[in-house]
């Protein structure tokens, strides 16, 4: 049973170019979250997506991030005119919609990292 | 979600016992206390939750106090694979929508040290 799949794992752009970074939940997963981690600091909250839905992006910046979950493929987290501060490391998340108190609430996958030259 | 706050860093002898402790004082009546850790280069890793009984699995056992203020997340015989960022996280299970309100501060570093 897959875990929760990213790519690529590393991605180097030059500030101006444009990031796509793709996450597949675990099957049977129609609830993924972005994260973003910059170093030395704790995971931030970015957008929250269900199946051709954005139910909540609070977290992301308003200007040239955006994200997507189509009804078929992964989810693509997209970030257009790449500056400097935006690398970090990338973190999707997947869970059920329903669950009880199993532990199994959030499974993460292995997290993209950006590096913007 | 209510806030936890946890040490910076901790040490540990390889085959020692860990003992890693979160305040969460703020906790309401129904929100479990969850753990996770963060191994380098890695994605948060889901370790044990628990509600106000003490909880044990092949990773970890929790001690959460009476009061349910605080909690110890226990790793019995700790190994260098253990080294990591150990993330103590109050919150409301059952609801998917409820994971984007999780805060996630800066953890504990742990260095479990051969």
């Known amino acids: 049973n897959a875990g929760v799949m990213q790519n690529p794992r590393h991605l180097v752009r030059r500030r101006g170019q444009e990031a796509r970074l793709r996450c597949s939940p675990m099957?049977?997963?129609?609830?993924v979250y972005w994260y973003r981690q910059l170093p030395e600091e704790g995971l931030k909250f970015m957008v929250y997506?269900?199946?051709?839905?954005?139910?909540?992006e609070s977290g992301m910046p308003k200007e040239r991030f955006s994200a997507e979950f189509p009804k078929e493929g992964p989810s693509i987290l997209r970030i257009q005119q790449v500056v400097r501060g935006d690398s970090a490391a990338y973190f999707c998340a997947s869970s059920p919609r329903h669950f009880g108190t199993a532990g199994g609430e959030l499974f993460f996958g292995e997290g993209s990292r950006l590096t913007v030259l | 979600d209510a806030k936890t706050t946890q040490p910076t860093s901790m040490d540990c002898a390889e085959g020692r016992a860990a003992n890693l402790p979160c305040n969460h004082s703020t906790i309401s009546g129904n929100e479990y206390v969850y753990w996770y850790r963060q191994i380098h280069s890695q994605g948060p890793q889901y370790i044990i939750h628990?509600?106000?009984?003490?909880e044990t699995n092949e990773m970890a056992s929790l001690i959460i106090t009476e009061d349910r203020k605080s909690s110890t997340l226990i790793l019995p015989h700790a190994t260098l694979r253990d080294t990591a960022v150990y993330y103590c996280?109050?919150?409301?299970?059952?609801?998917?929508?409820?994971?984007?309100?999780?805060?996630w501060g800066l953890g504990t570093s742990l260095a479990v040290n051969p």
């Open positions: 628990g509600l106000k009984n003490n």
């Open positions: 996280i109050v919150r409301v299970p059952y609801n998917a929508g409820n994971n984007r309100k999780l805060i």
């Open positions: 997506l269900q199946k051709e839905n954005i139910i909540d």
């Open positions: 099957k049977g997963h129609s609830h």
